[in-house]
């Protein structure tokens, strides 16, 4: 049995388009877009699911969360950089990666090809969602 999300019916399955009422999140610097398809604002409890849509050249801010996070880059090239060691690891398509709560980080899109990341820290990192409250 699919265990339901708050506010639906037991057993119910939700699908969420992810292009569709999915609020974006100011964590682009450069061009693209960061949007929360699945986060608390919509039921989700203990998993969030972000889709970061990282033109060439451009990236995130520095991101750090109170819990684990995991990502799948889903298209593209570029890197993800340790902010505390100033490492950077190369990013694929495929590429799935888990980042300990805590650890700060950035993703950069190489700069002759868009990221497509989809993922976020679970639970939710409500300081994502602080600029929605009282809109």
């Known amino acids: 049995m699919v265990k339901p999300m708050s506010g639906t019916t037991e057993g119910a399955v939700r699908v969420i388009d992810s292009a569709v009422d999915c609020p974006r999140l100011p964590i682009i610097v ?3 877009t960061a949007v929360a ?3 608390p604002g919509n039921g989700a409890k203990w998993r969030t699911f972000n889709v ?3 033109k060439a050249g451009s990236q995130t801010i520095d991101l750090q969360h109170p819990s684990d996070s995991v ?3 889903r298209a593209g090239a570029g890197v993800v950089i340790d902010i505390a060691t100033g490492r950077a ?3 694929a398509e495929g590429t799935m990666l888990h980042i300990d709560r805590g650890d700060a980080y950035r993703f950069e899109a190489a700069s002759n090809h868009d990221l497509l990341v989809i993922g976020g820290p ?3 990192d409500e300081r994502l969602y602080q600029h929605l409250k009282g809109a």
């Open 71 to 73: 990502y799948y880059v």
């Open 89 to 91: 690891t190369q990013l």
């Open 37 to 39: 398809a699945m986060w």
């Open 30 to 32: 450069g061009e693209g």
């Open 122 to 124: 679970c639970p939710a």
């Open 52 to 54: 970061l849509d990282i």
